[in-house]
């Protein structure tokens, strides 16, 4: 865990029913638990933890495969296995008694946990409840997700955005009629981007634990539920209307109208939370979020200027390898390569700041990047490490020779940068989602140009091929990075052009996928050179096959 000042947003991961979530939490006091709707992460929930820590102990975890959280093994997951994750939470943080908020999906999860766990909830605190009829449930289930088809022109980056954007115009998002137009605002493309971003990491997973909102009989649970309920009903809320449906119980279920926005909603919240809290006396406060429930196999490290990079770690034995993926992607791209899992080694793999999810911060994130693993190090006490750069991570490898000295053993730096200084990318974020096509184009283009920002006929890299499954998965990981991208290729700048590759000794070795004319004009130093695609090896069974050291 990563504690940070007094009202500021914290970050770590705890480990449940083997799987971990991702958890932001705030404050101390009353605990007070939030889960988010679908399909992002509970970043949307922010706003209410800085309004809500001054007294309560907010936990905000990612819901299982969305966000930053792992996934669950189950194939189909319900609302009601959702929920016993959601306790098996509580019972990590030591949490016996606890006031539930949740929103869409969120909701669900909560009135799941009052019913199952009664003597456990306080209260319970709605943002928009879905309660579906039986054709509905079969409808969404059958059109709701469709998949993400793969295009080389970037279509499909386009179509998430508009896939996004378009549940803030209809809900559902995949029927247009004058009965489904949406009550709210289009958020601006900051927004969208981070909700794009979010959903494009996690396309493949958050599907399942989302449609278990259509198939749970959220009437029947309403009808059984006897805890202290209370129902926002906003005018900017498409599922308002969907509180007609029921009978609320009298002296039980509490619907409270609400207008005038986003901050309106939450002092409406804000109240609600207090009369229920003042009501139930022997809701102890925690002094501290409970960092000793931290996850064995995630956590945060942090560098003096605040920056953050998150580590997961494979087990293994041997010296640990330290682990920078080919940013902007971030771990997630590393671990779904093939052979991740079968090195025998430890591995240490990182999110460095502003990628994989991690918070962008300030300035200067590379170096606070090599600062925090450092600090990483130094907790673990990790005397010795090897190093397995992918792509622009290679381009720490000085600063992180310089910082750690004699305990870097080996540097494999696989498919890295040997050449060219493009021109500064343009993160201007569009309404229209274009932005998106330029990123895609930006790293086509790396594979076929070199620089990427040179198309003329002398700058074709000879010899280089393409795989869209690799390139989408690349920059489907990548997104999150886009807005700082400009300012990392910046700081990054002064070993563009292959002058990082004069930190490299003879131990160390430059692995290719394919060698192509610009990495085979590159100076590579004093390193060894593998092509893997003589040998059609996965980099992580070379690394097995060279053995610990």
Known sequence: MIPGHPGSINRGFVDVMGTSFHIR??????????????????????????????????????????????????????????????????????????????????????????????????????????????????????????????????????????????????????????????????????????????????HDTYPRCYAAAFSYDAATA????????????????????KLSLWQPKSGRHHVHPV???????????????DDIAAAHPALAPMAQYPCAAASAMRSYAGSPQGHLVAIRR??????????????????DYVLAMPGVANTGRELLVIDPPGIGGVPAGPDGRMQGCVEAIVAALAAARIARLDVVAFGYSALL??????????????????????????????ATLCPSGSHLLRFWDRWRFERLFSPWSDRSSQAIRNGASENLDALAGFVLAALDALPVWPEIEAELKPWMGGGWSSALLPVDVLLFSEIDSATRAAPTGSASTVDLSQSGQSVFAWLREAGGR
């Open 397 to 426: 490898i000085p600063s992180l020779r310089r910082a750690l000295g004699d305990a870097v053993g080996q540097v494999v730096a696989v498919d890295a940068p040997m050449s060219g200084q493009p021109h500064a990318f343009d």
């Open 222 to 241: 309403l009808r059984n539920l006897e805890t202290e309920t209370h129902f926002l009903a906003s005018d900017a809320d498409s599922l308002t209307w």
């Open 25 to 202: 939490w705030a404050g101390n006091g009353i605990p007070l638990l939030l889960i988010h709707q679908s399909p992002t992460s509970a970043r949307v929930l922010e706003e209410r933890l800085h309004a809500f820590s001054d007294r309560y102990l907010c936990i905000a975890p990612d819901i299982p495969g969305m966000g930053q959280s792992g996934t669950i093994a189950e194939p189909v997951p319900t609302i009601e296995l959702l929920a016993k994750y959601f306790v098996g939470l509580l019972d990590r943080l030591g949490i016996d008694h606890v006031l539930l908020f949740g929103a869409h999906t969120g909701a669900l999860i909560c009135s799941q946990i009052a019913l199952t766990h009664p003597e456990r909830v306080a209260g319970v605190l709605l943002d928009g409840y879905p309660i579906y009829t039986a054709e509905e449930s079969a409808q969404r289930l059958a059109t709701y997700f469709p998949p993400l088809t793969l295009s080389w022109d970037g279509a499909h980056l386009l179509w998430l955005w508009y896939r996004y954007r378009e549940q803030f115009l209809y809900w559902p998002w995949n029927t247009k009629s004058a009965r489904t137009r949406a009550t709210r605002g289009v958020p601006d493309p900051a927004h969208l981007h981070a909700g794009v971003a979010e959903m494009a990491r996690t």
């Open 314 to 331: 494979v087990p293994g034995r041997g010296t640990p390898v330290l682990v920078l993926p080919p940013i902007p992607a971030g771990a």
């Open 259 to 273: 207008s005038g926005g986003e901050h309106a909603q939450i002092a409406e919240e804000r109240r609600v939370l």
